[in-house]
């Protein structure tokens, strides 16, 4: 892989079974603004979310998948200063009563 361009990652599109609490979750509790929203293909939502007023968006949620069916992402990583940080976060997250966290 020797002539690969200079790239790096710009968003991550998840697909959400509840578009509200997701939305809610990534802005209420994790700090990121709903930049946009819109509606593509008949009935699926997008709801743009960035944490940088640079970037339109550094996480896209998208409607449509069904309730009961598992999430196909392992894990999402964000960039700290220290573990202070990861430890407050993580005590704010389980005082949200959220689901799935594995520290």
Do not use: C
Not at 62 to 67: A, D, H, I, L
């Amino acid at each position: 892989m020797t002539n690969l361009p200079n790239w790096e990652i710009s968003h991550i599109g998840i697909y959400v079974t509840d578009m509200d609490r997701m939305r809610d979750f990534y802005t209420s509790l994790l700090g990121f603004k709903a930049m946009d929203a819109g509606e593509v293909r008949s009935g699926m939502h997008l709801t743009f979310l960035s944490k940088d007023p640079k970037d339109h968006h550094q996480i896209v949620l998208v409607s449509g998948r069904q309730p009961g069916t598992p999430s196909t992402i392992n894990q999402i990583t964000f960039r700290v200063a220290s573990i202070k940080e990861v430890r407050t976060l993580h005590d704010l997250l389980v005082a949200n009563k959220v689901d799935g966290i594995d520290p």
